[in-house]
Nanobody
Framework: QVQLVESGGGLVQAGGSLRLSCAASGRTFSSYAMSWFRQAPGKEREFVAGITGSGGTTYYADSVKGRFTISRDNVKNTVYLQMNSPKPEDTAVYYC??????????????????WGKGTLVTVSS
């Protein structure tokens, strides 16, 4: 069992920057691949970015590639999402999720084993 708690959400201006954090407790953190998903009002949840358990491989949705960066600190049991140059369309509740398949990154929410409760990011124009 692992517990995930997101933080760092809030209001940011378009073109600014924001860093989300997700702190994990429970099993060995490096045993999990970690991902960020988001859900905007009236829309389905979508994959944003993922990172393998070792941190050696990352993967991004096309919509955020080149603007967002996912990273992890396996000593601090934390995964981050650095959001640079956010756009109003990035407004959503952001969720971190953990997958027991630490060696690969899945973009489907159905592949995740654990979820955080989310943090709201609002990007103003």
């Amino acid at each position: 069992q692992v517990q995930l708690v997101e933080s760092g959400g809030g209001l940011v201006q378009a073109g600014g920057s924001l860093r989300l954090s997700c702190a994990a407790s429970g099993r060995t953190f490096s045993s999990y691949a970690m991902s960020w998903f988001r859900q905007a009002p009236g829309k389905e949840r979508e994959f944003v970015a993922g990172i393998t358990g070792s941190g050696g491989t990352t993967y991004y949705a096309d919509s955020v590639k080149g603007r967002f960066t996912i990273s992890r600190d396996n000593v601090k049991n934390t995964v981050y999402l650095q959001m640079n140059s956010p756009k109003p369309e990035d407004t959503a509740v952001y969720y971190c999720a953990a997958s027991l398949r630490s060696w690969t990154i899945a973009s489907s929410g159905r592949a995740m084993n654990y979820w955080g409760k989310g943090t709201l990011v609002t990007v103003s124009s």
